[in-house]
């Protein structure tokens, strides 16, 4: 099918007031769209506004003639799915879940319009199985984000069965106007950059939990020796563990035993210490936060 031109989706509804709900946010407003960010939790809803403020000021992507409290304006917080019902594109940035994210797709079909793009950001469950539970199938897929969703240049596509060519076309270039490099990914477990990166932070933890090196050092090889921009073990804790933890649950009941957890990742996850969002994991941090 011939390639169709876009006309760029000008609210935007995000669902999840977490780290990467907001990195999301914040990205749109930078590229001076309508943003409704929609969350149950009275407590992120409260804090959305000031952080997504003060990222703004801290950004390195903002354009010069865009000030934090300029873009801000055209962010709704809401605590009722119903603000969706003017987003052309909401895109879903829950926990990675099948339970929490089916059940939030079903609930959808009462309050987005039939011509919306839903998108899921999960980052390893399945496509497929999501869309089933999506409001309208046909105009679903996967678009995971990185994050920091606001500076890492890469998103992953996952087409599920029934994605209509045209909508994944549109995501295509919504993806480029965004500022983003997008790859395509077949509808498997984790995709590609989490298939390929989160059992190396497994076998991190694994190295630290035999006590062959301390956590410093662990890091210091793979930023020195294998070039990485950053330690295994500080990008989980910048990931978040519960995070890690998610998707390496889900690794290990779809492809088996060699992505079992490590122990130590879920003991820390059973304490609270999930990074840098909770001011501990595999390393301690003074202030809260993401990037």
Same mark, same amino acid.
């Given at each position: 099918? $011939?390639? @169709?031109?876009? $006309?760029?989706?000008?609210?935007?509804?995000?669902?999840?007031?977490? $780290?990467?709900?907001? &990195?999301?946010?914040?990205?749109?407003?930078?590229?001076?769209?309508? #943003?409704?960010?929609?969350?149950?939790?009275?407590?992120?809803?409260?804090?959305?506004?000031?952080?997504?403020?003060?990222?703004? /000021?801290?950004?390195?992507?903002?354009?010069?003639?865009?000030?934090?409290?300029?873009?801000?304006?055209?962010?709704?917080?809401?605590?009722?799915?119903?603000?969706?019902? @003017?987003?052309?594109?909401?895109?879903?940035?829950?926990?990675?879940?099948?339970?929490?994210?089916?059940?939030?797709?079903?609930?959808?079909?009462?309050? @987005?319009?039939?011509?919306?793009?839903?998108? @899921?950001?999960?980052?390893?469950?399945? #496509?497929?199985?999501?869309?089933?539970?999506?409001?309208?199938?046909?105009?679903?897929?996967?678009?995971?984000?990185?994050? %920091?969703?606001?500076?890492? %240049?890469?998103?992953?596509?996952?087409?599920?069965?029934? =994605?209509?060519?045209? #909508?994944?076309?549109?995501?295509?270039?919504?993806?480029?106007?965004? +500022?983003? =490099?997008?790859?395509?990914?077949?509808?498997?477990?984790?995709?590609?950059?989490?298939?390929?990166?989160?059992?190396?932070?497994?076998?991190?933890?694994?190295?630290?939990?035999?006590?062959?090196?301390?956590?410093?050092?662990?890091?210091?090889?793979? =930023?020195?020796?294998?070039?990485?921009?950053?330690?295994?073990?500080?990008?989980?804790?910048?990931?978040?563990?519960?995070?890690?933890?998610?998707?390496?649950?889900?690794?290990? =009941?779809?492809? &088996?035993?060699?992505?079992?957890?490590?122990?130590?990742?879920?003991?820390?996850?059973?304490? +609270? /210490?999930?990074?840098?969002?909770? &001011?501990?994991?595999?390393?301690?941090?003074?202030?809260?936060?993401?990037?």
């Amino acid at each position: 099918m $011939q390639k @169709t031109s876009m $006309q760029v989706p000008q609210s935007i509804g995000v669902i999840g007031a977490g $780290q990467m709900g907001l &990195g999301i946010a914040q990205l749109c407003l930078e590229c001076r769209l309508s #943003v409704v960010l929609h969350d149950v939790a009275p407590i992120l809803l409260d804090r959305a506004r000031r952080e997504i403020k003060e990222r703004l /000021w801290r950004s390195k992507t903002r354009p010069e003639d865009l000030s934090p409290e300029e873009a801000l304006k055209n962010l709704v917080l809401s605590d009722s799915l119903r603000d969706l019902h @003017t987003c052309n594109f909401v895109i879903e940035a829950i926990f990675e879940s099948y339970e929490a994210k089916e059940g939030l797709f079903e609930r959808l079909k009462e309050y @987005t319009t039939s011509g919306a793009i839903l998108v @899921t950001n999960t980052s390893s469950l399945s #496509v497929a199985r999501l869309a089933r539970h999506a409001p309208n199938p046909s105009r679903f897929l996967g678009f995971h984000f990185m994050n %920091p969703a606001s500076r890492i %240049p890469l998103i992953e596509l996952i087409r599920a069965p029934e =994605t209509e060519d045209a #909508v994944f076309h549109q995501c295509q270039d919504f993806a480029h106007f965004l +500022g983003k =490099t997008f790859i395509v990914s077949h509808d498997a477990p984790a995709f590609v950059l989490n298939r390929v990166l989160i059992p190396m932070m497994n076998e991190a933890m694994h190295v630290l939990e035999e006590r062959i090196a301390i956590a410093e050092d662990i890091d210091t090889a793979l =930023t020195l020796g294998a070039q990485h921009p950053i330690g295994p073990l500080h990008l989980a804790d910048f990931i978040g563990l519960d995070v890690v933890l998610a998707i390496l649950k889900t690794l290990h =009941t779809e492809r &088996g035993e060699k992505y079992r957890p490590s122990a130590l990742l879920i003991e820390y996850v059973e304490k +609270g /210490w999930l990074g840098r969002k909770s &001011g501990r994991g595999f390393f301690i941090y003074e202030e809260r936060g993401s990037f």
